[in-house]
């Protein structure tokens, strides 16, 4: 069988476009966000794999489950994920969307990970050095690993700024053990 991100992409490219051209990237990105959390919820999971339900009971459950109106072109979306049985490729489908819409709008995710909670002004000052220095629009998603110690470890796409004071005790101790 294929793999599911290869299956998920032309779904994710075909989204893309339909929003693009329509102007409504935020609004399929909300949207995908919500079907996304539906059908990877192990509830929905088990209705997929265990029940025997017929296409148009699986899309009146799906759609009772999304909270507030979905538009009538993400309604046919879904009935024609189902018809293709392809409703458990939403989560990919939603990451290669948001894929797609960082690279035009030109943001880039950057995964920061801290010691410590970083307040408001200490964040936004962090997102500031990050855009200079990769000359693009910074979507930090932050956590917390009391393991650095100290300090902030940032990756952005396949770079990684490594400051944390874990980071740099590691450092030494292999600069120590190579001498």
């Not at 919500?34 to 990877?40: D, G, K, S, T």
Request: aromatic share 6%; hydrophobic share 45%; charged share 25%.
């Amino acid at each position: 069988m294929a793999e599911t991100a290869t299956l998920a992409r032309p779904y994710a490219e075909a989204v893309f476009r339909l929003a693009d051209a329509g102007e409504t990237l935020a609004t399929w990105s909300e949207t995908l966000g919500i079907l996304a959390r539906v059908a990877a919820h192990p509830d929905m999971q088990e209705c997929l794999y265990k029940i025997d339900l017929t296409s148009s009971q699986l899309q009146e459950l799906f759609l009772s489950l999304c909270p507030g109106d979905l538009s009538a072109e993400a309604k046919t979306f879904i009935q024609l994920l189902i018809e293709y049985d392809r409703l458990t490729l939403l989560p990919e489908i939603f990451a290669q969307f948001e894929a797609l819409k960082n690279e035009r709008e030109g943001v880039v995710d950057a995964q920061v990970t801290t010691a410590f909670a970083l307040e408001g002004e200490q964040l936004a000052g962090l997102v500031a050095v990050l855009e200079k220095r990769f000359k693009r629009k910074i979507n930090p998603q932050v956590s917390i690993d009391r393991d650095l110690i100290g300090g902030a470890r940032v990756v952005v796409g396949d770079e990684v700024i490594d400051g944390s004071v874990r980071g740099k005790l590691n450092a030494m101790a292999a600069g120590l053990l190579a001498s």
